[in-house]
């Protein structure tokens, strides 16, 4: 997988990054945007554009909305995941009601993910 760069799908990120959802803001400007490990958001890796995605943790944060959770979106996300995943990654998908309705759990789990990926586990 070339992680760096889908020429074709690049725009599509830029145009993600100026049009980011309201939960996909809140969690970037909010928490992830000054996070002492940096995250990227609508980062290419190869094919798919990934909502958050951490480097040095090797992970993938991907926020949920209703489309996700119905057979369709379960096959797709299934598919993404098993992609990601071949190369090292983790994903963890946080559906959105979570972001509104617990936003800092959701901090708090983003940060224990992180740090056990960086072998500094609390």
Same mark, same amino acid.
């Given at each position: ?8 799908? =690049?725009? =599509? #990120?830029?145009?993600?990054? *100026? ?16 996070? %002492? $490990? ?8 190869? *094919?798919?554009? #990934?909502?958050?995605?951490?480097? *040095?943790? *090797?992970?993938? $944060?991907?926020?949920? &909305? ?11 996300? #299934? ?8 190369? &090292?990654?983790? =994903? =963890?998908?946080? %559906? ?17 993910? $992180? ?5 500094? %586990?609390?």
């Amino acid at each position: 997988m070339d992680r760096k760069h889908n020429k074709g799908i =690049v725009p =599509v #990120a830029r145009a993600l990054r *100026k049009n980011m959802t309201r939960e996909e803001r809140h969690l970037w400007y909010d928490f992830l945007r000054n996070y %002492p $490990v940096r995250f990227s958001r609508q980062k290419v890796l190869g *094919k798919y554009i #990934a909502d958050f995605y951490c480097a *040095k943790a *090797k992970l993938v $944060v991907e926020l949920d &909305g209703s489309q996700h959770y119905e057979d369709g979106g379960r096959q797709k996300d #299934a598919v993404r995941t098993a992609f990601l995943e071949e190369y &090292g990654l983790s =994903v =963890v998908r946080i %559906p959105n009601n979570e972001v509104n309705q617990n936003f800092f759990g959701v901090c708090e789990y983003i940060d224990n993910l $992180v740090k056990q990926a960086m072998g500094h %586990p609390e």
